[in-house]
Structure formats: C-alpha cells, structure tokens
C-alpha cells in the first residue's frame, strides 16, 4: 500500500537556525508528485512547494527548499533562517498515479524566540 | 487568497441535524477535493469530483453525500450529525487531475 510518514509530531528550533522535517514514502510508482504545507494556527492550508518525481534538481522556493532522495524515498522540506511566523503544523503530501493528495500526520514546528 | 471560498466559515449545530457546506472552486479549475481535519488529526480525504462526475472515494461516511454541479461549486452535505463529526472540513480545488492543489479556508464544524 501506498504510505506517507511524518516520524516528528514536534520540533522546538531557535530563531534564525535552519530546520529540516522529515517525511518519507512508499510506492512502487515511477511518477508521482511531492508537496508541502504549512498550516497556521487560523487554520488555512499554504502550499509551500513542489516536487515531481522525475525532477533532477531539488525544488526551491525562498527559504523553503524540499531535499528529494529518490532512492531513499525522502522528501524532506528545509526551511532556512526560521522566523518567528513560521511557527505551525507542516504535512507532507503525495499523488502517486491516482489523482488524490495524501497527507502525512504532519510536524509541529515551533520557533523560540 | 487562494481563490477557494468555502462558507460557511463557521457552523454549530445539534447532533441529529443536517448541514451543507459550499465550495466554489478557482475559476476554470475542473477538480474539487473534500478532505476533513479532526482535531489535532492529519487530513482525511472524503471525495474528488472532476467536472462534474465523482472521480474518487476515500473515508467517506454513508451518511455524508456531495455533488458537484454545472457551474463546477460542490456542496458537501452531512447529515444525522455526531459528535464526532465536528472538524474542519476542506474544498480543494485544481485545474485539472495534476499539480498543487489549492485550499479554500475551511469550514468549521461543531456539533453539540
């Protein structure tokens, strides 16, 4: 079966330090699709970036970059120089050959002043 | 904004009653996803439509139906309410079965 796994519930980091949220995944499909997103405390999904599956380079997008380790299957989201806003809950999130986006658990960040 | 909006934004209600929440998908996009978050809980997938035929099922109680119609909004609709429906229910929409998916503001569900 088709798995997404977010093995932090939280994470504590200090302002301006970088911060990495695991996820991996299993499929045995060749294409499919990674996102992230980022859900404040008022309740809205944010995407925050993409990757696709035959994409060599690693997305980036500002401060948030997604290291993609195909063979390992890991897609974990980088952001650097935490600010005091990103605070919230991130999920991982796939589309493997069928159409639906399935979400991890997701990872609690919060940043220390 | 993502062009998504969803109302009502907020909804409280008594067990045993019916809902409806509203969707109206971005302009053009074809697809509309329904995911329901519990509290401190992931995102459950309901159901996708794609242009007006339901494309895809997930965790989906018997008593929650939806439709989408010609103008391409979707409406959830649950009925014979439990407490354990309370949760904020998504629309998500796309312009078509691929690529990021966006998210209107939720609707937020409480049932007493």
């Known amino acids: 079966a088709q798995k997404i796994t977010q093995t932090q519930p939280g994470m504590f980091v200090q302002e301006k330090e970088a911060v990495t949220l695991d996820c991996t995944y299993d499929?045995?499909?060749?294409?499919?699709?990674l996102f992230w997103y980022k859900q404040p405390s008022s309740g809205e999904m944010i995407f925050l970036i993409y990757?696709?599956?035959?994409?060599?380079q690693n997305a980036t997008e500002g401060r948030y970059s997604l290291n993609f380790q195909k063979a390992r299957k890991s897609a974990n989201l980088v952001i650097s120089a935490s600010q005091l806003g990103d605070s919230a809950m991130y999920f991982c999130a796939t589309v493997f050959g069928n159409e639906k986006l399935t979400f991890g658990t997701g990872t609690r960040l919060t940043i220390i002043p | 904004d993502s062009g998504v909006t969803q109302t009502p934004k907020h909804l409280i209600t008594a067990t045993g009653q019916r809902v409806t929440l509203r969707c109206s998908p971005r302009?053009?996009?074809?697809?509309v996803y329904w995911y329901q978050q519990s509290l401190d809980q992931g995102l459950q997938f309901l159901i996708q439509y794609y242009n007006g035929e339901e494309r895809a099922k997930g965790n989906i109680l018997e008593r929650f139906s939806a439709q989408q119609f010609p103008d391409l909004h979707s409406e959830l609709n649950l009925s014979s309410l439990e407490l354990g429906d309370s949760a904020l229910y998504f629309c998500a929409s796309r312009p078509g079965p691929f690529g990021e998916l966006f998210f209107g503001e939720g609707s937020r569900l409480t049932v007493l």
């Open positions: 302009s053009g996009d074809l697809s």
């Open positions: 990757q696709g599956s035959y994409d060599e």
């Open positions: 499929t045995s499909d060749q294409s499919y699709g």
